[in-house]
């Protein structure tokens, strides 16, 4: 949808042109092409000063988009979405969940196995983890949907336990994080797009939990900006082996290049 800067501004014309419209019919065209053409470039100027071209934010033009291009180590990171203790662990609030999930793909191990070998290859590894303040304050949508499930349960409350990143998945030397997380996307209101853009970053490896919802709205939102998105099917973790399947063998398809564990690393000489 268009920023409300853009409707407002396109409005404005259309309202300024209307009496003449309405007092001298035959002038309809004059009196609405040069105003609407007008209102339709402030409308793209406003949008680019916003980072994008009219219709969204994009972090590269169409000429510019990455996806489809062979998988460089050197511009490729894999973001790791939720590796925290609740998901992860036995103690875990969400940890029971995903169990099956995670024991069926041993996604766990398995992207223990993938950072490293991406890190010897040359790939950014970045963490994005999501935090709440213990009231809930920072809950961006926390009467609705799982968010609201977020806020009744107390879940990921920064400070805890439960919040921090699992052993298995801590961060090494080199590596980098997201900072202020609140949302199931991992783009708004974060650091991330910064921390792609600075690191010249055209492929994203998404991994992690859950692989319908804060992973898949990731994805969506890197491909809608150009980036060159890989999903890592045995790396993620949903509440149901259907879902996980849902996922994995469909949506994914429409927004990434789903791909196992084994065959990210081999593309990016991993392995």
């Known amino acids: 949808p268009m920023a409300p800067m853009t409707t407002a501004v396109i409005t404005a014309a259309l309202v300024w042109v209307g009496p003449a419209h309405v007092r001298n019919p035959s002038a309809r065209a004059g009196a609405l092409e040069a105003p609407t053409r007008s209102a339709f470039r402030m409308a793209d100027q406003w949008q680019r000063m916003r980072g994008g071209a009219l219709g969204g934010d994009r972090t590269f033009p169409a000429a ?91 879940l990921f409350v920064q400070g805890t336990w439960n919040a921090e990143i699992c052993d298995e998945m801590r961060p090494a030397p080199g590596d980098l994080l997201v900072a202020n997380k609140k949302g199931l996307d991992a783009f708004p209101g974060t650091n991330l797009e910064e921390l792609l853009v600075q690191n010249g970053i055209k492929t994203v490896a998404l991994a992690g939990f859950l692989t319908n919802c804060c992973v898949e709205s990731t994805m969506r939102t890197a491909y809608e900006k150009g980036f060159n998105v890989v999903t890592l099917t045995d790396c993620t973790a949903a509440t149901s082996l259907a879902e996980q399947e849902a996922s994995t063998t469909a949506t994914y398809k429409m927004f990434s290049r789903p791909m196992t564990k084994d065959e990210f690393l081999e593309e990016i000489g991993g392995q």
């Open 64 to 154: 510019e988009a990455h996806g489809g291009e062979a998988i460089d180590p050197a511009t490729t990171a894999v973001v790791l979405i939720e590796y925290q203790h609740e998901f992860t662990t036995e103690g875990g609030k969400l940890h029971g969940a995903v169990k099956e999930v995670m024991d069926a793909t041993q996604m766990l191990p398995k992207s223990a196995a993938l950072v490293e070998a991406a890190r010897r290859a040359g790939a950014k590894v970045i963490h994005a983890p999501i935090t709440f303040s213990e009231d809930m304050s920072d809950n961006p949508n926390r009467g609705l949907g799982i968010l609201a499930g977020c806020a009744n349960d107390k």
